[in-house]
């Protein structure tokens, strides 16, 4: 076949990735430029194709990347000729594969860092063959390892929601004046810039972590919970068995699979039907707080919350919203710099209302804060 190369070669050229830092980081930059050429066709799953990342990858994803290129040097050889999309359909590829197109750039004189990059583009085509995010067969972890390694851009394909909703389309809040309560916080216009209202559903939003309202064994349920898992997929599921479910309050963080959302972060709310009391607000304070402080650890640096315990848990919204806010405006206070956005995702019209009815009390648009002097 005209476009073989040698098993010597891709040898040569992964030592030489692997043992030289200063082409690995080359063909990390010029991968933008070049992974289009090298690309397999293939209609991206978004209407929002090619906009820029919410965020730029962490170290550890970085390192997952390279882990993955390491794995996928050995399989890509023997990979089937079949593309495996994200729901699990299979498309025939196209007649030449990443090998073809690496040798294709050889043979046209193409730079050492473009010839790196499609060799990378190549191991990440290698490596889609084997993930099928409709199936519950499939390794969570190596997948988990595989989306964490690829950008915003890449990981789109994956995405089992069509119609997706960028970060940049979610507008900021904007500041108003509160009602006749004064706020017990500071004016602070940095913070405002982080905080958004956005209605509908959370499963479609394409930002780093959605946060879920999950039960105690995190093995899914119904409202929210059932809505992301059947949208992520049953790796989803898979992941979260292992992680010997969540105590009240607390919270845990797995990947997001077939979401727009790179992560989920399950949290599980107080169970309030018998009536709120100290504990109750306790725990849902805790499950805000908690839940930002998964989300930064994992460098995620926007978060969307749904009404946690609103819903099947019994939770009255206009007492939840003070628990919401408040944690918010806390951990944002003393951690601004690691988070670009919190978004308060409502389903219902009458949550919406609650919002920004309470926002000014929590980040107020002039200081009301009344002197001892
Ligand atoms: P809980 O058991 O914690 O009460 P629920 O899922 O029953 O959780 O409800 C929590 C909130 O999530 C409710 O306000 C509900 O309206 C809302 N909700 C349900 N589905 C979605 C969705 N797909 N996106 C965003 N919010 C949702």
Not at 79 to 92: D, I, T
Not at 255 to 281: D, F, M, N, S, W
Request: glycine share 10%.
């Amino acid at each position: 076949m005209a476009f073989q190369i040698s098993a010597s070669h891709i040898r040569a050229v992964s030592c030489m990735s692997s043992s030289m830092p200063r082409v690995r980081s080359d063909f990390q930059r010029a991968g933008v430029k070049f992974k289009h050429f090298f690309t397999l066709g293939g209609s991206p799953g978004s209407p929002q194709f090619g906009r820029t990342p919410v965020a730029s990858p962490a170290r550890g994803e970085v390192d997952a990347a390279i882990r993955a290129h390491r794995f996928s040097t050995t399989t890509a050889a023997g990979a089937p000729r079949k593309f495996v999309q994200a729901n699990g359909s299979s498309l025939p590829r196209g007649r030449s594969g990443w090998l073809g197109k690496f040798a294709l750039g050889a043979a046209l004189g193409a730079s050492t860092a473009a010839l790196v990059q499609s060799f990378h583009t190549g191991v990440i085509t290698a490596m889609s063959h084997k993930i099928n995010l409709g199936s519950a067969e499939g390794d969570w972890k190596e997948t988990k390892a595989f989306l964490l390694s690829l950008s915003l851009e890449d990981r789109r394909p994956y995405y089992r929601t069509s119609g997706s909703v960028s970060l940049v389309d979610i507008p900021v809040w904007t500041p108003t004046a509160g009602g006749s309560e004064p706020s017990r916080y500071q004016r602070n216009q940095k913070l405002d810039q982080k905080i958004s209202v956005y209605s509908g559903d959370i499963t479609m939003l394409e930002i780093d972590a959605i946060v879920n309202a999950a039960n105690k064994t995190l093995l899914g349920g119904g409202g929210v919970d059932g809505a992301i898992h059947r949208a992520a997929g049953p790796l989803l599921k898979k992941e979260c068995a292992s992680l010997n479910g969540c105590e009240t309050g607390e919270a845990k963080i797995t990947c997001g699979y077939g979401l727009p959302a790179k992560y989920v972060i399950h949290t599980v709310g107080p169970i309030a039907q018998g009536g709120v009391g100290e504990q109750q607000r306790r725990a849902l304070k805790s499950c805000y707080k908690n839940s930002l402080e998964a989300a930064t650890s994992n460098a995620a640096r926007s978060v969307a919350f749904p009404c946690i315990s609103t819903g099947i848990y019994g939770y009255p919204p206009e007492q939840a919203v003070h628990e919401a806010l408040a944690a918010v405006r806390e951990f944002l206070d003393a951690h601004h710099d690691k988070l670009d956005r919190v978004i308060f995702c409502v389903f219902l019209p009458t949550d919406k209302e609650l919002y920004l009815q309470n926002l000014p009390l929590y980040f107020p648009a002039e200081t009301t804060v009344r002197s001892k002097l």
